[in-house]
């Protein structure tokens, strides 16, 4: 396997490498891509260095895969040139996920539309990833109808210059701004820029990303807000049901599903929180109750590491079935 990594550098590029190397993914030969500052540069990876090179260059070479977490504008030049040569390429940028034809993909909903054809093939939001995977196997169990979604999200989901205002905000030094506002002590209900219905792009991908990993005919709104914590999402879920059901069922089926675990003992102070899902790769669920104001409903709490399941770790699945199923 000949794998480049483009946005080598960034807080998810790297994230990737750590999560390529805890699961012993079978490289032949990494090659680590990043802008025209990083290019000559070394980084390391199990112990060797590996020189970054620019997309010019990569596409001189042989590859296999290419993990794209370099922003939409470079993924909508580039991974169209790889796959044109034959490279398979794994976007996390936005830029591909609401195409008609291409997928995004979820390995453990969805993998299995994955096939040979498939030549660019979009990783979902972080904030979707860590709802549909709780979601899926209720949805299979009782029927989803609607999804009501607060979502509480850490800095590192904006990047280095969001973590880098906290920090300096917290020592009380000025500096250039990711946010409109101060976020050190605050909460700014404003992630991704605001559309002309009112509801920001976060919250439409979060929309539409869910209806098209799960249902199209699932009704999901949502309001997404940045909170000074620097990594892992956290969601409060509403969700209404087509049909009844048990508590202890909600949870069964919650424990069935691969890559998600049960937290949910709130008389021992047992919940799911950032703190817990911190370079974890599994979505955390607790606060499971019912909604006593409205039939067949539900309230619950997901947590995930936004860099990890959320970003890397899905991208690495996504890469890994394709491997398994010989679609390389």
Same mark, same amino acid.
């Given at each position: 396997? *000949? $794998?480049? @990594?483009?946005?080598?550098?960034? +807080? ?10 805890? *699961? ?5 030969? #990494? ?11 070394? !980084?390391?990876? %199990? ?34 040139? #790889? ?21 995004? @993909? ?24 860590? $709802?549909? +995977?709780?979601?899926?196997? $209720? ?23 969001? /973590? ?34 009112? &509801? ?5 991908? #979060? ?31 509403? =969700? ?9 069922? =909600? ?11 049960? +937290? ?8 799911? +929180?950032?703190?817990?899902? &911190?370079?974890?790769?599994? /979505?955390?669920?607790?606060? !499971? *109750? ?7 409903? %539900?309230?619950?709490? =997901? /947590?995930?590491?936004?860099? *990890? ?12 079935? %394709? =491997?398994?199923?010989?679609? $390389?």
């Amino acid at each position: 396997m *000949r $794998l480049a @990594i483009v946005g080598v550098t960034g +807080m998810v590029g790297r994230e990737m490498l750590e999560v390529l190397s805890e *699961r012993d993914f079978p490289l032949k030969e #990494l090659i680590p891509v990043a802008s025209a500052n990083s290019c000559g540069k070394t !980084i390391n990876y %199990l112990g060797k260095e590996h020189e970054i090179i620019s997309l010019n260059d990569l596409l001189a070479r042989k590859v296999d895969l290419a993990l794209f977490s370099a922003g939409g504008k470079i993924s909508k030049e580039w991974a169209p040139k #790889l796959a044109e040569r034959g490279i398979k390429v794994i976007d996390n940028s936005s830029f591909w996920r609401m195409s008609e034809n291409h997928k995004l @993909i979820v390995p453990e909903i969805n993998g299995k539309e994955l096939t040979n054809e498939d030549m660019i093939i979009a990783n979902p939001n972080c904030s979707t990833i860590q $709802l549909v +995977m709780a979601l899926a196997p $209720l949805h299979q169990k009782f029927g989803i109808k609607r999804v009501v979604v607060s979502t509480y999200q850490s800095i590192s989901g904006t990047g280095k210059k969001a /973590v880098e205002q906290l920090e300096n905000e917290e020592k009380g030094v000025i500096v250039d701004m990711a946010y409109p506002h101060q976020i050190y002590k605050n909460a700014l209900p404003h992630c991704d820029v605001f559309e002309d219905n009112g &509801y920001t792009k976060e919250e439409m991908k #979060l929309t539409n990303e869910t209806k098209k990993i799960l249902d199209e005919y699932i009704d999901v709104v949502a309001t997404a807000v940045r909170i000074p914590v620097v990594r892992g999402h956290s969601e409060s879920v509403n =969700i209404t049901f087509e049909n009844d059901f048990d508590l202890d069922e =909600i949870r069964f089926a919650l424990n069935q599903m691969a890559g998600v675990v049960v +937290m949910d003992k709130p008389q021992k102070n047992e919940y799911p +929180m950032p703190i817990n899902s &911190y370079k974890k790769d599994e /979505v955390f669920v607790g606060r !499971i *109750r019912r909604d006593f104001t409205q039939k067949n409903t %539900l309230n619950m709490w =997901i /947590v995930a590491d936004n860099l *990890r399941k959320g970003a890397a770790t899905n991208t690495v699945q996504i890469a890994e079935y %394709l =491997i398994k199923n010989k679609l $390389l």
